[in-house]
C-alpha cells in the first residue's frame, strides 16, 4: 500500500533539492548591489501615502463570498456529471441538495447588494 505513494515521495524530495539548490544558487552567484534606492518603500513608483492595513469595503468581501460559491459549484458540478450513470438517483438528489444551498447562499449575497456595485 505505501509503495504507492513511494513515486510521489521521490518527486517531492527531488522538488525540494532542486529548489533549495536554485535559491541557493542564486544567493551565492547572482549580483548584490543595495542602494538606498533599491531598499526604499515604493508603490507604483512614489512614496506610500497611506498605511496599507486600511480596511476594505464589505463590498469586496461579498464579492470574495460570490467567486467562491461559483467556484464549488463548478469543481463539483464536472466530476458530478461524469458520473451521473454511476451514482444514479442518490447522486441526483444530493446534487439538487447542494445547488439548492449554493442558491440560498447567491439569493443572500443578492439581498445585500453585492451583485450591485457604485
Keep these: 500500500m505505501l509503495g504507492n505513494y513511494l513515486p ?15 535559491i541557493v ?20 513608483g512614489f512614496e506610500a501615502f497611506e498605511d496599507s492595513r486600511m480596511k476594505f469595503d464589505v463590498r469586496y468581501y461579498l464579492v470574495a463570498i460570490l467567486f467562491i460559491i461559483f467556484d464549488l459549484e463548478i469543481a463539483f458540478l464536472f466530476p458530478w456529471a461524469i458520473a451521473l450513470d454511476e451514482i444514479g438517483t ?6 439538487a441538495i ?21
Excluded at 442518490?90 to 446534487?95: S, T
Design 25 to 44: 544558487a542564486g544567493k551565492l552567484l547572482g549580483p548584490s548591489r543595495p542602494d538606498a534606492e533599491k531598499n526604499s518603500p515604493y508603490e507604483c
Design 90 to 95: 442518490f447522486g441526483l438528489v444530493a446534487m
Design 8 to 22: 510521489i515521495l521521490i518527486f517531492m524530495a527531488v522538488t525540494l533539492v532542486m529548489g533549495s539548490m536554485f
Design 98 to 118: 447542494f445547488l439548492g444551498v449554493l442558491v440560498v447562499g447567491f439569493i443572500f449575497e443578492w439581498k445585500k447588494g453585492a451583485l450591485e456595485w457604485e
